[in-house]
């Protein structure tokens, strides 16, 4: 109106295009990518909350979403009456939700906030209340949407084993997650998506392999394609070791760490190129520590042999969690793998924390001008 002869442009964004996939009935199936890349608003179309322009969506079963909990909550009534009336809307009758009410607020553990209004609740609070009331839901079919994105280490446990139960009874679950871990622990299969198209579906070992190298580049050996189960039980062990060689679990900043594994050479080699990767929890490769960095070959060896390789660093990580990626590789660049387990070993780096990747030990000198 202010402006009746500007013209008016405008791009047209397909947020979901050409996806093609079918779950079965029973099956975890797991979907990545990339913020943008079409994960969510695939799922919304599933459950309806949005209209897909072309294409057909065809579903045998109740379906529970759970995105974005806590929609439809009223910030003015009490934990109570917020279950109750939403429980009713997800299709559980008055009765069953009265029933119910003790164990929501059990399982949300907020039995002593239960006639607080829930605008006074934090954003945990809230969010484990909504997902209490929606996993008693009877139906066949649960949609997941980055539902532990939010929530203590103790309550995402307790989603987890929710899951489990889920994945024994047979339900049928498509799980959205940035999560690369609980997509290997609970999928049976994941599909990687990009600006709203499917790049692969397959096993969610070799898709979070893909997310990753989408992400943050490669590992500095590829897993070898011919014979994984092989290449798999070449690497026997991996553990992370304190300064006198104890096995740790967690280790405060600052306290000196070896990443080690043991492996057994499936081949007679010489000079081969042992790799240790440090990852964090969002995947980013953090530490890559190979055995031909300091210019020295690592020897002669005989097919059969059984080797421990310790690569030791100063602990100048953040506090996080950490996981370490063991491979070993024929003499050269390190590209001619002979074996590789992403993510075989966790530590826990616990202390105080300025927020960035590393705590590189540092020094500061003010002067006036």
Known sequence: M??????????????????????????????????????????????????VDRGRIGIAGRLSPFIELGVGFNPDLTARDNVIINAIMLGISRRQARERFDHVLAFAE????????????????LVRLAFATAIEVDADIFL??????????????????EFFRLKREGKTIVFVSHDMFSVERFCDRAMLMERGNV????????????????NFGQLPHEAPEDGAPAAASAILDAWFENSVGERVASAGREEALN??????LPEDLLDPVFAATLRNELG????????????AGSG?????????VRFAMPNWLSASRYTLTPSVAREGTGADALALVEDMATVM????????????????RIERS
């Open 199 to 214: 790049l692969e579906i397959g096993a969610p070992a070799e898709i979070a392999r893909s997310y990753h190298r989408l």
């Open 349 to 364: 780096v616990h202390g105080a924390s300025s927020g960035g990747i590393l705590e590189l030990p540092t020094s500061v």
């Open 300 to 308: 002669s060896f005989s097919a059969g042999e059984v080797l421990t």
């Open 110 to 125: 907020l039995e002593e906030f239960v006639d607080l209004k829930l605008k006074n609740y934090s954003s945990g609070m």
């Open 2 to 51: 202010l402006h009746p002869l500007r013209s008016v442009e405008y791009d047209e964004l397909r947020a979901v295009r050409d996806v093609s996939v079918a779950v079965a009935e029973g099956e975890f199936f797991g979907i990545v990518g990339r913020n943008g890349s079409g994960k969510s608003t695939l799922l919304k179309c599933i459950a309806g909350i949005y209209g």
């Open 144 to 161: 997941i949407d980055e539902v532990l994105a939010v929530g203590d280490a103790a309550f995402q446990q307790k989603c987890f084993e």
């Open 284 to 295: 980013h490769t953090i530490v890559v520590a190979r055995s031909d960095q300091h210019g």
């Open 259 to 264: 990443m080690c594994f043991k492996v057994r």
